[in-house]
């Protein structure tokens, strides 16, 4: 990204409509704009900060601030966008001088930045640690949930999970490990996954998921995780994984005892700011009902 961005809070400027004319339409063509729209079109867990006494962000001014405490945890780190986007969504809930604990909440993500200079973004409900005192050595962190990591090229770094180990030099990529669930995707340079004695190579676009008590293989046409930038996306996934992750960005419970969920497959996205839309886009192909109980649970029925 170009320095223009990130200096004279030219997207403070941009987020307010007060950016000139000129710029806005130039801002429009660049590559990497529809990243920054996805930010300010995302859910009212993001909170900004004001930008010279003006409220920056109207559309999200009203969000509840959630307190920070660790001061490893950065907005925006893929671009450093820190002096005019501020991403503070999901909650630190333990921090010492040797170790690191990060948590998110059912829809809520956390950018963290890691002592190397690698960077991670933690996805709804999720756990992350590590320990710092020997982060030199042993490069390594443990995960339950779902995280996309951007590694800096050095020692083996290694992500450990209860259902598999994933481990890089440099590169990018997600892995997601939820009860007996377990999936990577490998989205720059090469990773390694292990799941019990099987080793296995993922170069860029594909990935690996358990299904069962086995393992399959696919490709994604994906750049960077979806569910970044508001919405889920999947390929020819299993269903169950795909209502895993609906529950958990909407912190709900899907009763699926009166449908067979094992064989089907999903192929499609949800958004993440509307529960009823999402719960259409994702049973409607296969002509599955559903019916919203309360606010924590949802029926499924044919």
């Known amino acids: 990204m170009g320095k223009r961005y990130e200096e004279d ?17 130039a801002f429009l063509k660049d590559k990497e704009y529809h990243i920054f729209k996805a930010i300010l079109d995302g859910t009212d867990n993001i909170v900004v900060p004001a930008y010279n006494g003006n409220a920056l962000f109207n559309k999200v001014k009203q969000a509840k601030l959630k307190q920070q405490k660790a001061t490893k945890v950065i907005p925006l780190w893929a671009y450093a966008v820190a002096a005019s986007v501020v991403l503070l969504i999901g909650s630190v809930f333990y921090f010492n001088a040797n170790t690191s604990k990060y948590n998110t909440d059912f829809g809520e993500q956390l950018a963290i930045a890691l002592p190397d200079g690698s960077n991670v973004i933690l996805n709804a409900n999720s756990e992350l640690d590590y320990h ?5 050595t042993e490069r390594a962190i443990s995960l339950n949930g779902s ?12 992500v450990k999970t209860k259902n598999g180990l994933v481990t890089v030099l440099g590169t990018e990529f997600t892995t997601n490990s939820r009860n007996k669930s ?16 099987e080793e296995v ?26 569910w970044i930038y508001g919405e889920t996306i999947f390929e020819n996934a299993p269903m169950q994984q795909v209502i895993s992750a609906l529950e958990n960005q909407y912190e709900i419970s899907i009763n699926s005892k009166d449908v067979a969920i ?13 529960l009823e839309k999402a719960l259409l886009s994702v049973f409607g192909p296969h002509h599955i009902k559903f019916k919203i109980e309360h606010t924590k649970e949802v029926r499924i029925y044919k």
């Open 9 to 25: 809070g030219f997207l403070a400027k941009w987020a307010d409509q007060s950016l000139p004319k000129k710029d806005q339409e």
């Open 132 to 136: 710092k005192d020997n982060w030199n």
């Open 147 to 158: 995280a996309f990591f951007k590694v800096k090229k050095g020692s083996t770094f290694t």
């Open 182 to 197: 377990f999936e990577v995707i490998c989205y720059k340079g090469s990773v390694k996954v292990t799941i019990a004695k």
């Open 201 to 226: 190579i993922l170069n860029l676009g594909e990935g690996l998921r358990t299904i069962g008590k086995g393992t399959e293989r696919f490709t994604t046409k994906e750049k960077t995780p979806s």
């Open 262 to 274: 094992a064989p089907l497959r999903f192929t499609g996205r949800f958004t993440h700011d509307n």
